[in-house]
Nanobody
């Protein structure tokens, strides 16, 4: 059984910052890609940032320069530092991870429960 637990969301004023964290736990053999999606009300879920187990990153164009993704492979965690927040960043943020379990032979994508980020004055 694998579980992803997110933390760090909240209400913040425009221009503010947040740090989201996601910890994977369970019978994990290895983790490949990790990252974050977000879903705003009435919109489709979109990829915000991703990071490989080697540290290569990719970002949605509109967040480049403001969001920074990082991971700690020893702790099976991924973080998203969000700076210069804008009202349009308001969404539920979901972490994901491609995980091979101890009993598995291939990678499956697991999701966190989501954490709300609201940017408002």
């Amino acid at each position: 059984q694998v579980q992803l637990v997110e933390s760090g969301g909240g209400l913040v004023q425009p221009g503010g910052s947040l740090r989201l964290s996601c910890a994977a736990s369970g019978t994990i053999f290895s983790i490949n890609a990790m990252g974050w999606y977000r879903q705003a009300p009435g919109k489709q879920r979109e990829l915000v940032a991703g990071i490989t187990n080697g540290g290569s990153t990719n970002y949605k164009d509109s967040v480049k320069g403001r969001f920074t993704i990082s991971r700690d492979n020893a702790k099976n965690t991924v973080h998203l530092q969000i700076n210069s927040l804008k009202p349009e960043d308001t969404a539920v943020y979901y972490c994901y991870a491609a995980i091979r379990t101890s009993s598995g032979s291939y990678y499956l994508t697991y999701w966190g429960q989501g954490t709300q980020v609201t940017v408002s004055s």
